[in-house]
Structure formats: structure tokens, C-alpha cells
């Protein structure tokens, strides 16, 4: 490495952030090369300086504040705005458990489809409308779209027929 090492460079060796190709490679530069060396001595006794600096510009806090500091943290009595707020909180959490359990039992159960059953309501419109069921044109009380893809063979299969497009198709 015939350049010099730059000050970032240097500056992130110094700190132990270079990766460990970058490590090396610096650590042989600095052996090598003494005007780099001197500037890498002279950023490590400045950053030295500047952590003793920062170290005696510290100073703790008296014991007596510290102690006064603590005793008003126990002693604070929460505000009227903490005091209602804290009354409602059973009143949030039980509508909000009640819809968790709502929720939790709506997305179980099968609901939305229908439970009633479909073959009593077409014998009776088959024979409120004194047409024989095979020979209706289409299911008039059976809509399709309410039923699962399941329902609709099992109708079929019960009264013989399938359904086509257009309605029952009694090609049996």
C-alpha cells in the first residue's frame, strides 16, 4: 500500500469498526509507514484526551436531591384524569372480550348458509303450484347461490333429476 491512510479510515480503526480484510490490511500499513503511524498516535492520545475530559466534567447528582427526587416519585398521588381513566378500563375491557369471543365463535360456526330444509319448502311449492316437481321449468324456492357446491347433488340425487343451465333437466 504505497498511499497514505485516510482519516476516516484511521478513525474507524482506531474505534474497531473496520471489517477484518480492512483490519489487517491497516494494521500492516501503520507498521510500514511511520508519518501515518505518527498521525494515528496523535488521533488516539486526542481521543483519549477527550474521554478523560468528558470523564471529570461528570458529576453525580448530591445524595439529598437524589433522596428528595425519590421520596416525591412515592409520594405522587396519581390526577383526576388518571382516576377516570382508571374507571374505565373494566368498562373497555369487557365489550372488547365479549367481541373477541363473538368474533371467535362467528368465524367457527358455519353461519350464512341456510339450516332449513330445502326439500320440504320445494315439495310445497311443487304442490302449491300443482305442477309436479320434474316438471317445472327451474327450482323456483331453491336458489343455487345460497346453497354449498355439496347441497345442490344432494338435491338432485333426492329427487332424481340434475340440474342443468337453464333448470331441471329430468333425463334420468
Same mark, same amino acid.
Given at each position: 500500500?504505497?498511499?497514505?491512510?485516510?482519516?476516516?479510515?484511521?478513525?474507524?480503526?482506531?474505534?474497531?469498526?473496520?471489517?477484518?480484510?480492512?483490519?489487517?490490511?491497516?494494521? #500492516?500499513?501503520? /507498521? *510500514?509507514?511511520? !508519518?501515518?503511524? =505518527? +498521525?494515528?498516535?496523535?488521533?488516539? @492520545?486526542?481521543?483519549? #484526551?477527550?474521554? /478523560? *475530559?468528558?470523564? !471529570?466534567?461528570? =458529576? +453525580?447528582?448530591?445524595?439529598?436531591? @437524589?433522596?428528595?427526587?425519590?421520596?416525591?416519585?412515592?409520594?405522587?398521588?396519581?390526577?383526576?384524569?388518571?382516576?377516570?381513566?382508571?374507571?374505565?378500563?373494566?368498562?373497555?375491557?369487557?365489550?372488547?372480550?365479549?367481541?373477541?369471543?363473538?368474533?371467535?365463535?362467528?368465524?367457527?360456526?358455519?353461519?350464512?348458509?341456510?339450516?332449513?330444509?330445502?326439500?320440504?319448502?320445494?315439495?310445497?311449492?311443487?304442490?302449491?303450484?300443482?305442477?309436479?316437481?320434474?316438471?317445472?321449468?327451474?327450482?323456483?324456492?331453491?336458489?343455487?347461490?345460497?346453497?354449498?357446491?355439496?347441497?345442490?347433488?344432494?338435491?338432485?340425487?333426492?329427487?332424481?333429476?340434475?340440474?342443468?343451465?337453464?333448470?331441471?333437466?329430468?333425463?334420468?
Amino acid at each position: 500500500m504505497n498511499d497514505h491512510i485516510s482519516t476516516d479510515l484511521l478513525l474507524d480503526y482506531l474505534h474497531g469498526e473496520l471489517a477484518p480484510e480492512d483490519d489487517a490490511m491497516t494494521h #500492516a500499513h501503520l /507498521a *510500514a509507514c511511520a !508519518a501515518c503511524r =505518527r +498521525e494515528y498516535d496523535a488521533e488516539a @492520545s486526542l481521543s483519549d #484526551a477527550l474521554r /478523560a *475530559a468528558a470523564k !471529570a466534567e461528570e =458529576r +453525580e447528582m448530591p445524595s439529598m436531591i @437524589s433522596a428528595q427526587v425519590w421520596e416525591r416519585v412515592r409520594s405522587a398521588q396519581p390526577g383526576p384524569l388518571a382516576r377516570v381513566a382508571g374507571w374505565f378500563r373494566p368498562a373497555l375491557a369487557l365489550p372488547v372480550a365479549a367481541a373477541l369471543v363473538l368474533g371467535g365463535w362467528f368465524a367457527t360456526t358455519s353461519h350464512g348458509k341456510p339450516t332449513v330444509d330445502v326439500m320440504y319448502y320445494l315439495q310445497t311449492h311443487a304442490s302449491q303450484s300443482g305442477t309436479p316437481l320434474s316438471l317445472q321449468a327451474g327450482p323456483p324456492a331453491l336458489e343455487t347461490s345460497m346453497l354449498g357446491e355439496s347441497t345442490v347433488p344432494l338435491i338432485a340425487e333426492h329427487l332424481g333429476t340434475s340440474f342443468a343451465a337453464g333448470g331441471l333437466d329430468d333425463s334420468r
